[in-house]
């Protein structure tokens, strides 16, 4: 898992507060996937962003949930007021292009919700 | 809603034996990827299967992917505790990036 970079490894929160969760991606790679995994479950997609723009959000719930990659910095995933059933690892994968190239994961955000 | 199913859910041998375990859709993929997670860590990409029949051999692991391109097993030969994970199968429908993951199989090599 080299390469993706992922911040902080492990986040709690309280039931209203925001969770903000970084990922760089490989060097050079300008795609970034973000995926959700529940206890026991595989991963579920939620966002493709490339270099400031969102190419598909629609594994994103609709509310509290909100995505972004900036020209400089790492993309980050925002969780408003956050409840329970937030609580999952959150991993990011990077790459070269869009397509079928190999997904690189990042080691993945603990977020628990108290 | 596409879905992979991965089968068996929770595999435990003993080091030395071989095993195969499986994931299955209904669902043609114009690739499939095989990923092995341990605790604490994001998967990692073991192989990529992309014709229908192909087969790929990673040291001891076997990969095969189906025919008709909507199943593949992972067969491991004289397994060993180093083998000892979650092992996940992610499709690729049409070159999108939206991979479908398997629930996967926990699998655990005793000593």
């Known amino acids: 898992n080299a390469g993706v970079m992922q911040n902080p490894r492990h986040l709690v929160r309280r039931r209203g507060q925001e969770a903000r969760l970084r990922c760089s991606p490989m060097?050079?790679?300008?795609?970034v996937y973000w995926y959700r995994q529940l206890p026991e479950e595989g991963l579920k997609f939620m966002v493709y962003?490339?270099?400031?723009?969102?190419?598909?959000e629609s594994g994103m719930p609709k509310e509290r949930f909100s995505a972004e990659f900036p020209k400089e910095g790492p993309s980050i995933l925002r969780i408003q007021q956050v409840v329970r059933g937030d609580s999952a690892a959150y991993f990011c994968?990077?790459?070269?292009?869009?397509?079928?190239?190999?997904?690189?994961f990042g080691d993945g955000t603990r977020l628990s919700i108290l | 809603t596409q879905l992979l199913e991965q089968s068996p859910q929770f595999l435990s041998i003993q080091e030395g034996e071989n095993l195969t375990v499986y994931c299955n859709s209904s669902s043609v993929f114009s690739s499939l990827q095989w990923y092995r997670q341990e605790p604490g860590e994001g998967p990692v990409l073991l192989v990529t299967?992309?014709?229908?029949?192909e087969v790929k051999k990673l040291k001891r692991l076997t990969f095969q992917f189906g025919d008709a391109r909507k199943d593949s097993s992972l067969h491991i030969t004289a397994a060993q505790p180093g083998d000892t994970g979650l092992y996940l199968c992610a499709g690729d429908t049409s070159g999108t990036y939206k991979y479908i993951f398997g629930t996967g199989t926990r699998l655990k090599v005793l000593a």
């Open positions: 060097k050079g790679h300008s795609h």
């Open positions: 962003l490339q270099k400031e723009n969102i190419i598909d």
């Open positions: 299967v992309v014709t229908g029949g």
């Open positions: 994968a990077s790459s070269l292009g869009g397509g079928r190239p190999p997904q690189h």
